[in-house]
Structure formats: C-alpha cells, structure tokens
C-alpha cells in the first residue's frame, strides 16, 4: 500500500515545524475536563493560519500524519498523571486515502508513548465537499479500531443530517454561530433545543463549541448540555493542558 499511494510517497514533504495548543471540553454537570482538543500552532505559539496557509495537495498527507503523531506525543506527556481526560484531534479526510493503511503511524505512535486508542477523538469539519462514501468508511474503521469519532462545526457545512441518517458519530459539536448570542436569540434557542433533542434520540453526546459569555452558558445549562468549549471556559494553552478554575483534571 505505500509504494501504491501518493499520499504516501510524499510522506516527507510537510516541512514546516509546528507545535500544538491544548483547549479544554468540559463536562459542566459534574465539573471536570472531559478531553483536550488539539489546535496547530506554530513553533512559536504562532496562530494556526500561519501552519495551514502552507498546506496544499501536495503536502496534506504528510501535514496530517505529522499532526496526529504531534498531538498524541505532546497529549501523552501532559496528561501522564490523568487517566481520563481524552484527547480530540482534527482529521483532513481528503488527506486519508486508505483509511487502514493511512492509520498506521498513529497506532504505531500511540502504542510507543502509551496512550490508551479509547482516550482519542478523531473530529473532522465538514466544511468542504467530501464523498459521503469515502468519510463514512474513515469513520467506520476508526469506530472499529477502537478511536471515537466527532462531527465538528454541525449546522455549518456540507454534510448535515444526511450524513448523521448513515453514520452515528460518538459526538457532534454545535457550530458557534448556533450558540453565540443564544441567549438573546429566540431562534437560535429553538433550532438548539430541537437539535438536542434530535441528538438524544440518536443516542449522540452533543458539545456546544464558541461559549464565550455567561448568559450563553446559562441557556445552555438550562437546555442540558453537558459538554462545552470555548473562550467562556478557557483559551487554548500552548504547549500546556491546564484545567480552567473550577473544574479539575483526573490524578
């Protein structure tokens, strides 16, 4: 399969050094980090726009492999006494192009630092195009591997409700734009609590991303939500997983 793959053969071709940063998704119903969601940085804490803008067809695969190995390598160090938080990686499914043969270096890189596969969310954004058929065999051998899996940014993108009716992934996270002002927006409230209740019955975790102000956090308490992320909890550290005051991490 390596000689066979493009992807593969530019296995090398990502030659940009980066780092990662850790934002943490908490559970507000018992107050503790539920996983650490890893972003791209540049060596130097630069933003993610200054490592993506360098992506191109040529490099993905490698730019995604690297970025896998990266975050379970750092996740493992940080979380070394925590044996609960999970960690959530972002996936490019244009860049997988056999989804078994393309998974190897992140099983190989898990078993070396001894990082448990049921502690790993794979999410990926359903902001582009993609063939359904293609993502739902990803998904599909990740949920056999042992990895979870995540929608990112629903409401947002391409896939929608057509994907969630042939693939039911572990958890969807809520676009910010359905959270932010929620509290004041009679609408967005509504379309949330139906979403919700939708997600219920499909036996889904749902993880409203973008909280960034305590009326949105309390709307969204009031709905049930258990799982949040966004500025309101915590920014993302570099280099570092910290629980935000008044939540704790697993010793």
Known sequence: MRNGCEGCRQEESFKLPFSMAFQPI?????GHVFAFEALVRGVNGEGAASVLSQIDPVNRYAFDQQCRVKAIELAAS????????KLSIN??????????????????????????L???IFEFTENEQLDTGHVLKILETYRQIGFKTAIDDFGAGHAGLGLLTK??????????DLIR?????????VVVEHTLR??????????????????ELAVLRDLGVALVQG????????????APEGYRRAA
């Open 181 to 189: 002002d929620i509290d004041t927006d009679r609408v967005k409230r």
């Open 78 to 85: 940080l979380l070394k006494h925590d044996d609960t938080a």
């Open 26 to 30: 908490v559970d507000i119903r018992v």
């Open 118 to 120: 049921d502690r790993i």
């Open 167 to 176: 693939f039911q992934p572990d958890l969807v996270k809520l676009d910010m």
């Open 91 to 116: 996936f490019m499914p244009n860049a997988v192009y056999e989804p078994r043969a393309c998974i190897r270096l992140t099983l190989a890189t898990a078993e070396r630092v001894g990082f448990p």
């Open 231 to 242: 500025y309101r909890i915590a920014k993302p550290s570099f280099e570092a997983a910290t």
């Open 198 to 215: 939708m997600l219920a019955e499909l036996e889904i975790t749902p993880l409203c991303e973008g909280v960034e102000t305590d009326g």
